[in-house]
């Protein structure tokens, strides 16, 4: 019986943290009393505990309960322990059954683009890429979709310390084409590479961001342009978009 009540009580201190993170200014014992139909008096003992530990503080001026730091610490300290290749790791997969192509992970540094994940599809392809391989920002799909997401000002930083070496004859090698080209890829919300990169070879690539919102990594589809036609980039866009959105709430990221 005794457990029993113990296991109450914890369900109910969770009930009450939840409640309150949901109001903005907070809300009185006689409130949260009412709201979950028990006595002032346990709700005021459980509010006690969840005080003294820092899950819940009380307002000075109003008197009324809200929540504490120690839910953000909490919070910070689940996102900070999130590996970004185990969470996308499922989605990744999907998307290579759904297309049979290479699939990439990359995450920015140092004004380059890091492979931190690739699966090879089951299409015969050779491409340049492998696991902790760098690759330029400017002529692929994921350093793109990256780029397409940062301040102009941070944009023609990296463009002034690392150029725009043309790597085939597709490449952007002119600023403000590639800006506009920026513009257009974080208003469509992918980015493509038409052999930018490597011969024959055409990208699609989209964003992941965090739980501040800000582009942390990209995922590209990867194949011949024989079989990335522009019906299949407009087929597979929506696809993406959703999967870049899906590993990004995975991160912490708020969908505004």
């Given at each position: 019986m005794?457990?029993?009540?113990?296991?109450?009580?914890?369900?109910?201190?969770?009930?009450?943290?939840?409640?309150i993170?949901?109001?903005?200014?907070?809300?009185?014992?006689?409130?949260i009393?009412?709201?979950?139909?028990?006595?002032?008096?346990?709700?005021?003992?459980?509010?006690?505990?969840?005080?003294?530990?820092?899950?819940?503080?009380?307002?000075?001026d109003?008197?009324?309960?809200?929540?504490g730091y120690?839910?953000?610490?909490?919070?910070?300290?689940?996102?900070d322990?999130?590996?970004?290749?185990?969470?996308?790791?499922?989605?990744?997969?999907?998307?290579?059954?759904k297309?049979?192509?290479?699939?990439?992970?990359v995450?920015?540094?140092?004004?380059?683009?890091?492979?931190?994940?690739?699966?090879?599809?089951?299409?015969?392809?050779?491409?340049?890429?492998?696991?902790?391989?760098?690759?330029?920002?400017h002529?692929?799909?994921?350093?793109?979709?990256?780029?397409?997401?940062?301040?102009?000002?941070?944009?023609?930083?990296?463009?002034?310390?690392?150029?725009?070496?043309?790597?085939?004859?597709?490449?952007?090698?002119?600023?403000?084409?590639?800006?506009?080209?920026?513009?257009?890829?974080?208003t469509?919300?992918?980015?493509?590479?038409?052999?930018?990169?490597?011969?024959?070879?055409?990208?699609?690539?989209?964003?992941?961001?965090?739980y501040?919102?800000?582009?942390c990594?990209?995922?590209?589809?990867?194949?011949?342009?024989?079989?990335?036609s522009?019906?299949r980039l407009?087929?597979?866009?929506?696809?993406?978009?959703?999967?870049?959105?899906?590993?990004?709430?995975?991160?912490?990221?708020l969908?505004?």
């Amino acid at each position: 019986m005794e457990r029993d009540n113990m296991v109450k009580s914890v369900s109910r201190a969770l009930d009450i943290i939840d409640m309150i993170s949901l109001r903005k200014y907070g809300m009185g014992v006689t409130e949260i009393a009412n709201e979950m139909d028990i006595n002032k008096s346990s709700v005021h003992r459980i509010l006690s505990t969840l005080v003294k530990y820092g899950y819940i503080e009380q307002v000075k001026d109003s008197g009324k309960y809200k929540v504490g730091y120690k839910i953000l610490n909490i919070s910070t300290r689940l996102l900070d322990s999130i590996d970004i290749r185990s969470e996308a790791k499922l989605y990744l997969q999907d998307l290579e059954q759904k297309t049979n192509e290479v699939i990439h992970l990359v995450v920015p540094d140092n004004d380059e683009v890091v492979y931190i994940e690739k699966l090879d599809g089951n299409e015969a392809l050779r491409m340049h890429s492998s696991v902790g391989k760098r690759a330029p920002m400017h002529c692929t799909s994921v350093g793109k979709a990256i780029l397409a997401h940062q301040p102009v000002q941070v944009v023609k930083g990296i463009i002034q310390r690392k150029g725009l070496k043309p790597h085939t004859e597709h490449t952007i090698t002119d600023e403000m084409a590639l800006l506009e080209n920026l513009k257009m890829i974080k208003t469509k919300g992918f980015a493509l590479d038409l052999e930018e990169n490597e011969n024959g070879i055409v990208c699609i690539a989209v964003p992941i961001f965090d739980y501040q919102n800000n582009v942390c990594a990209a995922i590209s589809v990867s194949g011949p342009l024989i079989r990335m036609s522009q019906e299949r980039l407009q087929e597979l866009a929506p696809f993406m978009v959703d999967i870049g959105k899906s590993v990004s709430i995975r991160l912490g990221y708020l969908d505004e």
